[in-house]
Structures are given as structure tokens and as C-alpha cells.
């Protein structure tokens, strides 16, 4: 059973290359804050007559088998739940973009180049807008970095 999940398409693409198996769904492994979303917002179909289906756009999330949420009773999340889903995967999206670029700098590397490969490496898609937006994240992420930093030319 699924559940229907609208993602940009860096992270759509990312997370089918992380989590995703061969019928195209995304399947989170077991001890994440993704189950731990699941298990927290999981609920009983509203209207088990009219399931939700996967609209265009949408991509298929497998509801893990939870001890305290059997399926197919609980198999629903309404559409706040499934933000904090979102959000919680795009968390995860940055945690391993800022690990692995992060270095690329201190290299003096250019980090156009280094995003399109992070991209390649990674599964997503050669596309600008997706490129931009991974580059405005790690941009923002590396200003707070910086500034919460102690400046080295401070004398202590």
C-alpha cells in the first residue's frame, strides 16, 4: 500500500535514487524519522470506499508494516502529514548535500561544476531549475555556517 507524495523534482529524483526499488516507489529502511513520521501520523482510511489515488505529479510511498498501525486499517495521511513527510525528506536531502559539498569549497573548486556532479552521483536529473535550487540551498546553508563560525582573524 502507498501513500501519494507531491515532490519538487531534485527531490523527487534524489529519493527514488536513495530509497527507491524496482516498481519506481519510494521505500524508507527501517529507523529513520520517516517511519517515525509514519508511525506518528498514520490514520484509518476516511472513506474506504474512495482511496486516494496518485495523481500526476505525485509519487508512491510505500507505508511500512508497523506493529502499532496495521495494514490495510491504518493506510491514510492527510495532507499535513504528508508535508512534515516532505519536509522531513528535504532535511535529509541537505544533511547529504552540505556533507558532501562542503569539502568541495575548501578546495577552492568551483561549485557550479561540483553541483551538476553531486547531481549525476546522486540521481537527479541534468536540469537547470533543479540545479539552482540545490545551489540556493547549499548557498544558504554555507552562509549560516559561516555565520555561526568564530572569525579566524578575531585575536583571542
Not at 529524483?13 to 529513520?32: A, K, M, V
Not at 509519487?59 to 512534515?84: D, G, H, Q, R
Not at 548557498?139 to 555565520?147: D, G
Request: charged share 30%.
Amino acid at each position: 500500500m502507498n501513500i501519494y507524495l507531491k515532490l519538487p523534482k531534485y527531490l523527487a529524483d534524489w529519493c527514488l535514487h536513495e530509497y527507491g526499488n524496482s516498481q519506481g516507489e519510494i521505500s524508507f529502511p527501517r529507523g529513520g524519522a520517516e517511519i517515525d513520521v509514519f508511525e506518528m501520523w498514520l490514520e484509518p482510511q476516511p472513506d474506504p470506499e474512495h482511496p486516494d489515488l496518485q495523481q500526476p505529479g505525485e509519487f508512491p510511498v510505500v507505508i511500512p508494516a508497523l506493529k502499532s498501525k496495521p495494514l490495510p486499517t491504518y493506510c491514510y495521511m492527510n495532507e499535513n502529514a504528508k508535508k512534515i513527510l516532505t519536509h522531513v525528506i528535504m532535511v535529509r536531502l541537505r544533511v547529504k548535500l552540505w556533507h558532501d559539498l562542503y569539502r568541495v569549497e575548501k578546495l577552492s573548486l568551483p561549485i557550479t561544476d561540483s553541483i551538476y556532479a553531486w547531481m549525476e552521483c546522486n540521481g537527479i536529473e541534468d536540469d537547470p531549475r533543479s540545479w539552482e535550487a540545490l545551489r540556493q540551498m547549499f548557498m544558504r546553508q554555507r552562509k549560516a555556517y559561516r555565520k555561526g563560525k568564530p572569525s579566524e582573524k578575531r585575536k583571542i
